[in-house]
């Protein structure tokens, strides 16, 4: 009985190794504080500039063992130079998603208030830094997808998430940039509300009804007036109880080359 042999393989390369959802402690700056601990979940990626014979992922947790006592926000680019170098590579990536703590005060409008002072109370927000490095240079932005209050009356929903994702030329607080997109829903999110406070909070989100397009137009125009914003991406999604569907709005901008 002859033998068929089979078919040649076509010749493919892999293009991207890395390794995900390592879990790890780093230091984020803090506008009130300095610097804060927090705990991030990473992603770590490097684009291949030529096949490799074996997969080396176990490399990149040594590399980020190596700087465990200096992972920060601030010196990520180091890190991924040295994971550019380590696999000859054309370029480094890593996404950080974590949680970030700041202070905040109650609504206090009719209640929540001691002795005349709203309550001071401590907010979680998630953010994601990503950060690619080249042989070219280095490009970053943050990501914060943040709840938002939509009083669109006539209509029911169950929440509506806006992610801002910027790149810039030095850096954005955190805390200022939750706060530009929130002043754009209809009403702001407390973590701490008295119960004196809800019907002020309805009635103000009621009065002030937002579309989706109405929350990424006005974010989207706050970010471009700041010299500082090379390029954002804006969306609003609202989850709606009355339909079947969600509704969605985006708008992306680049400054242009050359402007200040």
Not at 39 to 56: E, F, K, N, Q, Y
Not at 68 to 82: A, F, H, Y
Not at 99 to 106: A, T, V
Request: proline share 6%.
């Amino acid at each position: 009985m002859s033998r068929t042999s089979p078919p040649d393989r076509p010749h493919l390369d892999v293009q991207k190794v890395g390794v995900k959802g390592i879990e790890y402690p780093i230091t984020l700056l803090d506008k009130a504080r300095g610097t804060q601990s927090t705990v991030a979940r990473a992603d770590i990626s490097v684009r291949l500039s030529h096949p490799l014979d074996t997969a080396r992922e176990s490399r990149m947790v040594e590399i980020l063992n190596k700087h465990r006592l200096e992972v920060s926000i601030t010196n990520l680019p180091g890190l991924l130079r040295e994971l550019v170098e380590t696999f000859d590579a054309e370029s480094a990536h890593v996404d950080f998603s974590f949680p970030y703590f700041f202070n905040e005060k109650s609504a206090g409008q009719r209640g929540g208030r001691r002795d005349g002072v709203r309550l001071p109370h401590l907010r979680r927000r998630e953010a994601r830094r990503s950060i690619w490095v080249s042989k070219c240079g280095c490009q970053s932005r943050f990501c914060i997808p943040i709840p938002k209050t939509t009083g669109v009356p006539a209509r029911a929903t169950s929440g509506r998430w806006s992610p801002a994702a910027v790149r810039f030329r030095k850096i954005v607080w955190i805390e200022e940039l939750i706060g530009l997109i929130e002043k754009a829903a209809s009403s702001p999110l407390y973590s701490l509300l008295k119960r004196s406070d809800e019907r002020h909070v309805t009635l103000q989100a009621y009065e002030n009804p937002r579309s989706q397009e109405d929350v990424v137009r006005a974010v989207a125009e706050q970010l471009a007036r700041d010299e500082n914003i090379l390029w954002f991406a804006v969306q609003s999604e609202s989850l709606e109880s009355l339909h079947n569907h969600n509704n969605y709005a985006l708008i992306e901008w680049a400054r242009p080359a050359g402007t200040p």
